[in-house]
């Protein structure tokens, strides 16, 4: 027990220690590492990347809700599990890259180096040159007057999530996702791709060439792939509002705490910016 509401679960003594928690009381779980100045960047970018679009985080955790739900998220390693997460997250990152009209510009837009090779030298120095970087060309981005605004709900982005990715078991073995560019890559013409034998290929934006889904074995990768398209038949066939939606799919707390912010954000303005 950690104190408070908060219980140690597991410790993972893999290539970055891992402590797993989860609250006594709203059953959230995390994973906490200590002085893992990569994983703390990462974190701090998508922290970001989500004051672009409020939708983010709900995505985010809907997605994650949807992913529990369906037991798509059991580990066969240690690091599939803490690997998983980031993934889930670059397919959101990606989906709101190219739906249409985009939410997110590609990640090179927002930071055009590779942020695992940055941060060499003075920690502090190379973190702020990072920072400094990324808010002034996220707010360049937010303050661009012909940028068309998409104003789907999380019903309908979730939706078009589902059907964007529903044939990934097929499109996985010749494209791969890179959220730098926002792109569909062809695996064999690119270079830092071509010898990789992984299932499916989601290029981590922020440690390239590395692969977020590097633990996905082809038998996950199928169930991964079943599981979007029956969700995507299931909740295309239903009229389904944002209320229903998030009833069917995540607990009450999580629906609660999705609404909440929806709200706040309609009363402050920032939906859909």
């Keep these: 027990m ?3 509401r908060w219980q140690m679960v597991q ?27 990569e994983s703390q960047m990462k974190s701090k970018l998508l922290l970001w990347i989500s004051e672009i679009d409020g939708r983010f ?57 590779n942020v695992a090779d940055d941060l060499q030298g003075l920690r502090t120095v190379a973190e702020r040159n990072i ?8 707010r360049s981005f937010k303050q661009n007057k012909f940028r068309r605004v998409n104003h789907s ?3 309908e982005l979730f939706i078009s999530f589902l059907a964007k990715f ?17 792109e569909w890559v062809c695996r064999r013409s690119n270079i ?16 390239q060439p590395e692969n977020s889904a590097r633990a996905v074995r082809m038998s996950g990768l199928t169930r991964i792939s ?25 607990r009450p707390q999580v629906s609660l705490e999705i609404k909440a912010r929806h709200n706040q954000g309609q009363h402050s303005g920032d939906a859909g910016k």
Aim: glycine content about 6%.
């Design 2 to 4: 950690l104190g408070g």
């Design 11 to 37: 410790l993972i003594c893999g290539r970055v220690p891992i402590l797993k928690c989860k609250s006594s009381h709203y059953g959230f779980s995390c994973d906490i590492s200590i002085d893992n100045l």
């Design 57 to 113: 985080r709900d995505m985010v955790l809907l997605v994650k809700e949807w992913a529990k739900a369906h037991e798509i998220n059991d580990a066969t390693s240690n690091e599939w599990d803490f690997q998983f997460i980031l993934s889930l997250t670059l397919l959101v990152i990606f989906h709101f890259q190219t739906c249409e009209p985009a939410i997110f510009p590609p990640l090179k837009d927002i930071y055009a180096g």
């Design 131 to 138: 920072a400094e970087a990324c808010a002034a060309n996220i």
């Design 153 to 155: 709900s999380l019903s």
């Design 166 to 182: 529903s044939d990934i078991g097929v499109k996985a073995s010749e494209q791969g996702i890179c959220t730098k560019t926002g």
């Design 192 to 207: 830092r791709w071509s010898r990789k034998t992984d299932p499916i290929l989601i290029e981590d934006p922020f440690e």
């Design 226 to 250: 079943e599981v979007f398209e029956i969700s995507r038949r299931r909740l295309s066939s239903a009229d389904q509002n944002q209320d229903s939606l998030l009833t069917t799919l995540v």
